[in-house]
Structure formats: C-alpha cells, structure tokens
C-alpha cells in the first residue's frame, strides 16, 4: 500500500518537474537547441560520455564566438543508457517534445539502427561520429565517422604493400560491424590472390576476457613461413586483456604485427602499453598528429575536462568537424530547417585536426585522409604511414556481390540512398542489412 | 674511462644543471666547440644523426646504420635513447637531441656530449618516429654488441634476437661467439641462427646437413625457414628432408599444445573458482541469490586500483596489500547490502533476485559517478608479467599461475573456515536448520550477516586477481556473474568442492572446445550441456545429504 501510494507520489512529482522544464524551455525560444544522444550509463558509456563532453565544450566554444546567426546554442543532453530501443524513443522525444534542431549521437550500429526509421520519420538530422561498416546512406543522417575504404581497406593495403604480409588473421567481436568488415576485408584480400587457406576468421563475444587459446593459434598460424599480420575489429573492453595475452605470450609486433580499427588513444589508457610498442591502428586522426589545429583542440579539452591527462581521439575529431559543418551549413542555409540545412551540407568544407580540409561528399559521407599510427609505450600513436590525399568515403562497398552496384547521392537527379547504377532504379537493395 | 668519469659527474650535477638552464638556456655552440676539440668524432655524429630529422624511414635507416657503424662509445646510448623515443627533433633548431621530460616541458641535451642545450615546451620538440622494421634493424645492431657482454642472460637474449638474421657481419659475430661461447642455452640459440642461415646457403650438402640439424629445434623461426625451403626449394631431395625435419617439429609442438591447452583450461578455471566460490557461500550455504555478486568482485578490483593510487611507489607490493583491502570493503558492503536489504527478504527467492539487480545497478552507477565510466588502470607488477618459458613453443604465463596457486589457497582457506572454527560451525548449523540452531543459542541473525560479508569479502578477493586479466570498469562484474551461478549449480549447490570440481571442469571442457568449435559455440555447448545436466541431476555434481537438502 505504501508502496503504491509512494509511488504515485512519484509519479506526480515527475510530471510536475516536467512541466516546469518544459515550460522554462518555451520561455528560451530564441535559442538553437542540439540534441545530444550519446549513453552516459551502461555498457556504452565509457565511449560515449567523452563525446558528450565534446559536444557540449564545441557549443560552449561556439556561444562564445557569438553563437550561430546570432542565437545562443543550447545542448539539450539525453541519456539512452547503452539500450538500443531507448535510443529511438529518446531521440523521438528529442525531436517532438524538445525540438531539437540536429542531433550529436549514436555509437554502436544497433543505435544508429534504431535511430534511424525515426529521424526518418520526423525528418530530423543526426550526425553520426564513429567508424562503422557501411552499406548505409540516409537523407537524414551525416556519416563523419571513417566508412570500411577510408579505414579498412587502407590498412590492408599497407599490410600487403608496405609490410609484405601474406598470411591474415581476421579477428572480431561477434556482432554486425566485424561481420560485415570481414566479408569486405575477405572479398578484398581475395581479390589481391591470397588464398583461401592464408586467410583465418575469428569471432569472439562481447567482453572476451580468456584469450589464451586464440593467442596461442594466432601463434601457430604465424609460423607456417609467411609473414602473418592480425587485423582487428576487436571491440571496445575485449581489447584490454586481448593485448595483454598478446605481451604475455611474447607476441611481438615486429613478428605478428595486430592493426586495429576499433582502439585508440582512449582505449589505451587503460593498459601499459610498453610491451604493445609497434602494434598497429589505422584511423582518420591520432593525438600525436602534429599540427596547429590539433594542439589548439587538445588544449581545448584539458581546460574544458580541467584534466590534462584525457586524450584526444578519432570519434572526437569526427564529432569536431560534424559540428563545425553543420554550424556553417546553418550559416549558409539561413535557417536550421533539416532540409535546407541538409542541402547546404553537400560540398561544405571544414578544416580537419590533421592539416587538411573534410569534403562532405554527395552520399552524406566525408572525404579524409587514413592514417596508419604504431602503439608507443606512452599510449599514444605515432603515424608511419598515410594515404597521398583525401580519400572519398563510400557508403556501399564495391567488394561486396550485394553492394558494388549501388551508390548514394542525395542531389538531383538522383536523390537516393542505394541507387543501382545498373538497373537505375532507387531502391530494392537486398544488402542493407 | 675518461668519458666514464664525465658521465659520472654529469648524473650528478644533472639536477642542479636542470635548475640552472632553464635561466640560462644556452646558446650551446661553445659547448659544442670545446667538445669538438677534444674528440673528433662528435662532429660526425651529429651530422649522421641529422636524416632522423626526415619524414622518410628509408632515410632514417641508413642514418641508423651509418651511426652503427663508427666506433664510439655513444652508438649503444644513442641507438637506446632511440628505441626508447628519448632522441627528439628540436624543432626550432631543426637539430637531432636528447631530451627529458621536466613538468612537462622538455629538457634537452646534446646527443654527444649530453650537455644541457635548453628546455622547450613540450610542442617544440618531438620523438623521432621509428617503426617496426628500424625497431628491428636497431634491436639486431644493439644485440650484436651485448653479444660479447659478460652477463649470459644478455648473450641469450642477444643471440636469440640475431635468429633469422643474415647479414654477414652478424653471422660472422656469431660464428666468433661459438668458438669461445661455455653456456650451453647461449650456445644452442647460436647454433640455430647459424644452421637458418645455413639454409640459405649455396652448397646442397650444407643445406641438407642444416635441415637435419634443425629437426629437432622448437623455435618458431625454424619452422617458419624450413616451410619456406619446402615451397621453394626446385631438389626433391632438400623438399623431403624439410618434410621429414617439420614433420619432427610438429609432432613435438603437438605434444606441447595438449599440455598448454590444458594450462589455459587450468587457468580458465581457476577465474571461475575465483568468482564462483563467493557466491557458493552467499548462495551456496545461505540461499541467497545475490545479483550484485559481480558487483562486488567489481568493488574489489577497484579497491586494487585505489590502494596503488594510495602507494604509488610499491607497485612490487601494493598487489599484496590490496587483498585484506578488497576483502573488508567488499565484506562491509555484502554486510550492509545484507542488513538493508537481503534481512527482510529471506524466504522469498524471487523478491531477493530483483532487490539485489538492483542493488547490482546502483552499484555500477556509482561507480561510475565515482571513478567516471572509463576503465582505470592497474599496474601488473614485474613478478606477475611475462611467462615461464619452458621452451620455444610451451610457455606458462606468470599471472595466470600465479592465479591458479591464489585460487586454490582461497579455497583451502575457506574450506579450512568452515570445517575447522567456531564460526564456519554456527554458519552450517544455521544454514542447515534455522530454528534448531537458534534454539541452541546461535545468533542466527549475527551469523547470517558475517556469513554473506565472508562471502561478499571472497568476491572482493576475487576483484583483486581479476583486475589483473581484464578491464577494471563498471561492467567488470555483469560479465562474471552468469558465469559463477553456472559454476554453483552444475558443482551442486552447498558443496565446495563441487564448487572446485566444476570449474576446473567447465575450464578444461572448454578450452578443449574452443580450437574446434570457435569462442562463440564452445561457450554455447557447454552452456546446452549444463541445461541437460541439470535436467538429468537437478542437485548438481555433488548434490547435498541431509534434512537441508530436502526442503
């Protein structure tokens, strides 16, 4: 009984609480307000909660240069607890009730998912940061994280080219992002001449931690007189132990060197990295990039975090230059409605921290440069390795039987996601998922 | 020598001249003089040092061996600064020099004579990038050098570092080494670099002597060359002898892989003794499902990372300490956590099972609040890192067997707690009848509460083992929970050694598995086995006799 009558109590305050929200937020109308839909608790926060942060020091930095046409920004921050069907409702309710004008958010590909039918619906506009698998190009959504060819591909090209490796480990995490890198990576390697038997795939669940056994086949694989390279699309927690196995067993990287596309400088943070020293990533961006732009941004986020031992990296960057185009393709547009906003994107060129300038592309996707950085004992990358110029992200592989027909292009007179150059219709891909 | 002495004196006036050149920050180029004038050979160095200013590795590499070539007493100071990135590009003089890192300026020196040029921001001068390839090219010239060295775990290392390798000068070395070499294990290393080397050699005879000779040898590189030989080679006769000599190799690694891959299932099990023995207690013995068990592993692991924090000079020891720590932190939260919320919920399994998820849940989230939602840092002290190596393809890693021994002692200990002292006497009396054993003047309320922080306490202990295999982070526990009711009920719940016997069980089982079925489908066999065990036996391995047992 008391029970039910707190709970009702309960109840009542939260709507009150609401109201009084909800209404100080109709009083602030002359505002631009940015959603932010990044996890804050649950299994996603470790990653997610660093681009929270970076979003709400941009709009800070933004208000501070005067805002965008001359109206305050203001964050409005939900938290969708690494639970993927809570990001579609949050991201409904960003959209309905606080009427966001653009959304910061999503990491996992389950999110985006999820997100996805309802900034369709709602005609909302999401600018999604991370690197992830492609086969994928919506009206509503900016893709400024790295696609499989400005991540993936490089990579393996550097293995072959550079460093002359013939045998490949393909190891992942069981879920759609290594699945689908995989399939391209593997019609890829094919494509070079590796043979099928040169070519190992493995999977393991979320939040591996007894990588013994894996480490030790990795090993035997290793020794059949060719050299062997592992490339991981490990995610997130697994890495930590993964590395560690890897150092214990006296894996070195001058004999098996790993390339990873899902750890970087935060991920790092939580190991010693002294015997990881020459083991491989590749990304669009690393901290130790040597340039102005990017010490200006690393000062940045040791005064804004007021910690100067947090790192930069490239999920942030990626964050960095989708705020800053959409800043100017308001400017530019004159107005923060989605579809003008979204026309005005197209062709919008922003500087990125690596010394160049990010080209939003027709298909929602950005040109960068790739870059390939070696593990230091401090934690930190240092690029041995990176692409001429730009390289144009490509939202459906041309590696894979479903996709290599299809393009996106979101300008007349195409105006379509999954475009089938062959048969020319809009459409009809079976490959989506 | 006279150098020596210089370099003597420097490390001693190194803190007052760190004091002094920030003031002064000199312009250096007398200090560079007088050097010059007393030893010629610096001038070069600095000049052989300046392509490392390049973006180009190829240019680098051939700094790097021109610098290997002189005869200075820098070249091995010099090669190690910079493997260890102390070499940097002064940017502003766009020089080659030493530095050190002060409050996060850079301190820098001149790479020759090592003395202090000036200190900079930490942007105004960067580490010299190598890669793995120059990594590998200064690892091989730096192990030339200790290759005479008077210590033999460094010949060892030098020796075992040269296999593989061809350069003539090295062979050379190493063919010089043999003739005086008395340490057997020195020896062996440089016998199989020279018979590798061997193999690439013009004469068949020769080559078909080394790939006989190589038969035998466990070192991954032989097997690596002798495959290679195998596919290259255009004689029948070297292809067969390659054949015969891998054929010996495998069959030896073979023997080796049952062993590891029983060590890796003793260690598998040993983390789930770890995490499962707690809850044998919590819900062994008391019947309490307590959702937050990970939770408090997870507070025990944090407890390690708080305790280093606390002493951040004794990494060695901090681990040791840590224990105690973990167990009263975690035992006073499974006290409180029993006081509040467990005391008036006993009876009544599903009421329990929610109140403590959500326990679980306020937990992490204050962890998080806490400790911030990133993964924090343990360091694995020296004694714990690396592995026993047995020989080339069989090695035993340190922190693993050291879990495996910490595993049993725990288990020892409490079941030492429970068959031998007043307390673990009151704790079965109550857990097998209530009221009896309150009749006879048992606080059962008392016993319930030190029984679930004894248990509490042991998951904490098991946070400190954990916290060096794996993420220390909020969602440490999630991922070990279903794992230790797995092992509770397929061991029979009450029974430790039950407890014991299905984790090593389920460890080794599935260590088997995985090599056959991939990560994913072992765990989910043995998971569908454990469904039809339980279907068969529904008390586990070791079902429990007695009154308890038939409530």
Same mark, same amino acid.
């Given at each position: ?8 109590? =309960? ?15 109709? =009083? ?28 709400? =020091? ?60 309802? *900034?369709?619906?709602?005609?909302? +506009? ?11 190009? !919506? ?18 090209? #550097? ?98 060197? *790993? ?20 083991? +491989? ?33 490239? $999920?942030?960057?990626?964050? #960095? ?35 160049? /300038? ?76 | /020598? ?39 050979? $610096? ?6 040092? &300046? ?118 000068? /090295? ?12 340490? !057997? ?42 495959? &290679? ?78 305790? &280093? ?19 009263? *932190? ?61 020989? $080339?393809?069989?090695? +035993?890693?340190?922190?693993?067997? #050291?879990?495996?021994?910490? %595993? ?20 079965? %009396?109550?857990? &097998? ?6 009749? +006879? ?44 009711? =797995? ?32 990560? *994913? ?16 036996? $529904? ?13």
């Amino acid at each position: 009984m008391t029970f039910k009558r707190s709970m009702k109590k =309960m109840a009542a305050g939260i709507v009150a609480s609401s109201a009084i929200f909800y209404s100080g937020a109709v =009083m602030a109308a002359d505002t631009i307000k940015v959603g932010v839909l990044h996890s804050l608790s649950g299994t996603m926060a470790i990653s997610e909660s660093t681009l929270k942060d970076t979003v709400l =020091m941009l709009i800070k930095e933004q208000n501070a240069k005067g805002g965008v046409m001359g109206k305050k920004l203001e964050p409005v921050v939900v938290d969708p607890a690494s639970n993927w069907p809570l990001f579609a409702e949050k991201a409904r309710e960003l959209i309905t009730k606080d009427k966001v004008d653009v959304i910061f958010g999503c990491w996992t590909s389950v999110s985006r998912k999820s997100v996805l039918p309802v *900034v369709e619906e709602l005609n909302g +506009l999401l600018f999604y940061p991370v690197q992830y698998e492609g086969e994928e190009s !919506s009206k509503n959504v900016f893709y400024t994280g790295a696609a499989p060819n400005q991540q993936a591909i490089p990579a393996v090209d #550097y293995l072959l080219n550079d460093l002359g490796v013939k045998r490949f480990v393909l190891a992942g995490t069981d879920y759609v992002y290594p699945r689908t890198t995989n399939k391209i990576l593997e019609a890829y390697l094919k494509s070079k001449g590796i043979p099928d038997e040169d070519i190992m795939i493995n999977y393991t669940p979320f939040g591996y931690s007894d990588w013994q056994s894996i480490v030790s086949n990795i090993k035997d694989f290793g020794s059949q007189g060719k050299k062997t390279a592992v490339v991981s699309t490990i995610n997130g927690d697994a890495n930590v132990p993964f590395y560690k196995e890897l150092a214990n067993q006296g894996v070195k990287a001058e004999d098996i060197p *790993v390339v990873a596309f899902s750890v970087g400088e935060e991920e790092l943070s939580g190991i010693d990295t002294g015997p990881l020293v020459g083991h +491989l990533a590749a990304w669009n961006y690393f901290e130790s990039v040597d340039t102005e732009a990017n010490e200006k941004f690393i000062d940045e986020w040791h005064q804004y975090t007021g910690n100067d031992k947090r790192v930069t990296n490239d $999920p942030m960057e990626a964050t #960095y230059i989708g705020f800053n185009m959409w800043v100017k393709a308001v400017e530019k547009a004159k107005s923060t409605d989605t579809d003008k906003v979204a026309k005005a994107m197209i062709g919008m060129e922003t500087p990125n921290l690596t010394g160049g /300038m990010a080209v939003m592309n027709k298909n929602h996707h950005l040109s960068k440069p790739v870059l390939i950085g070696e593990i230091q004992d401090d934690g930190q990358f240092s690029v041995v390795w990176q692409t001429d110029g730009l390289v144009k992200g490509d939202a459906w592989s041309d590696f894979l039987p479903g996709s290599k027909d299809l393009i996106s292009d979101w300008t007349a007179p195409i105006n379509c996601g999954n475009y089938n150059v062959k048969t020319k219709t809009c459409g009809g891909q079976a490959a989506a998922e | /020598m006279g150098h020596r002495i210089c370099r003597l004196a420097f490390a001693l006036l190194l803190p007052w001249l760190c004091s002094l050149a920030w003031a002064e920050a000199p312009k250096n180029s007398t200090t560079i003089e007088s050097a010059t004038t007393a030893d010629p050979a $610096p001038r070069d160095l600095h000049t052989i040092l &300046q392509p490392l200013t390049e973006r180009s590795f190829d240019k680098k590499e051939a700094a790097i061996r021109q610098l290997a070539e002189q005869d200075s007493p820098r070249v091995v100071p010099l090669l190690n600064a910079l493997m260890d990135r102390d070499l940097l590009h002064w940017k502003d003089q766009d020089r080659i020099v030493l530095g050190k890192k002060v409050d996060g300026d850079w301190q820098l020196y001149d790479p020759v004579t090592e003395q202090p040029l000036a200190r900079v921001g930490r942007r105004d001068a960067r580490a010299v990038v190598i890669n793995n390839h120059l990594r590998t090219v200064i690892n091989n010239q730096l192990a030339l050098r200790s290759l005479n060295s008077k210590n033999s775990d460094e010949r060892y290392q030098a020796a075992n570092q040269l296999i593989g390798n061809l350069d003539p000068d /090295m062979l050379a070395a190493l063919s010089q080494r043999r003739e005086v070499e008395t340490r !057997s294990r020195v020896l062996d290393e440089i016998t199989t670099a020279l018979n590798i080397a061997a193999l690439h050699s013009d004469d068949l005879t020769t080559r078909l002597n080394a790939i006989d000779a190589l038969g035998s040898d466990l070192h991954p590189t032989v097997k690596n060359t002798l495959n &290679q030989v195998l596919r290259q080679s255009d004689s029948e006769v070297e292809k067969a002898a390659a054949r015969k000599s891998i054929d010996r190799i495998e069959a030896r690694i073979e023997r080796f892989q049952t062993a590891d891959t029983i060590f890796f299932g003793l260690s598998l099990g040993s983390v789930l003794l770890l995490a499962a023995i707690g809850l044998a207690i919590t819900f062994g013995v008391m019947g309490v499902i307590n959702m937050a068990h990970g939770e408090l592993i997870m507070l025990g692991a944090y407890t390690t990372y708080v305790v &280093q924090q606390l002493l951040p000079d004794s990494h060695e020891w901090s681990l040791i300490i840590a224990i105690p720590a973990a167990f009263l *932190v975690s035992g006073l939260v499974g006290i409180l956590i029993e006081r509040f919320v467990i005391r008036y919920l006993y009876g009544r399994p599903l009421e329990t099972l929610l109140a403590t998820f959500g326990v679980s849940l306020i937990l992490q989230q204050a962890v998080r609040v806490i400790f911030s939602p990133l993964n924090r840092t343990v360091v694995t002290p020296d004694w714990m890192s690396g592995a026993w190596q047995i020989n $080339p393809v069989f090695s +035993l890693t340190f922190n693993r067997l #050291y879990i495996i021994f910490f %595993a049993l002692t725990v288990f020892l200990a409490l079941l030492t707690l429970l068959k031998k002292t007043r307390l673990g006497l009151q704790v079965r %009396a109550v857990s &097998q009848n209530r009221n009896t054993a309150r009749a +006879l003047g048992i606080r059962s309320e008392r016993v319930n509460a030190l029984t679930f922080g004894l248990g509490s306490g042991i998951a904490g202990i098991a946070g400190v083992a954990l916290a060096q295999l794996t993420n220390v982070g909020p969602n440490l526990g999630q991922s070990y929970i279903i794992d230790s009711f =797995m092992v509770v009920v397929f061991g029979g719940v009450g029974n430790l050694w039950g407890t014991l016997t299905a984790a090593f069980g389920l460890g080794i089982a599935n260590k088997f598995l995985e090599p056959v079925a991939g990560a *994913v489908l072992a765990k989910i066999v043995v998971l569908v086995f454990i469904i039809l065990f339980i279907q068969r036996k $529904p008390r586990g391995l070791f079902p429990q006799r007695g009154r308890a047992a038939e409530e």
